[in-house]
């Protein structure tokens, strides 16, 4: 069985195209207690829109996806 983090790593596979097509991208960084840390690049870094596409794309994304998702935080 995948652990947590090896099924946040895919979850954020199947995002990062959309990222990239604005010219950023997403890296996970580590989970720990339900919460996992990602930093955003590229464009996305800096970007006023980061905290939308942080809570609203990729938190309900990856809590869909993995149950034990409970947050995501940028680092």
Do not use: H, W, Y
């Not at 069985?1 to 895919?10: L, N, P, S, T």
């Not at 596979?13 to 840390?37: F, H, M, S, Y």
């Amino acid at each position: 069985m995948k652990g947590i983090r090896q099924k946040v790593e895919a979850a954020i596979e199947e995002i990062r195209p959309n990222l990239q097509a604005d010219g950023g991208d997403i890296e996970l960084v580590d989970v720990e207690n339900g919460v996992a840390k990602v930093r955003l690049k590229g464009a996305c870094a800096g970007c006023p829109m980061s905290t939308m596409t942080i809570k609203l794309g990729v938190e309900n994304f990856l809590k869909k996806k993995i149950p034990e998702i409970t947050k995501v935080e940028t680092v």
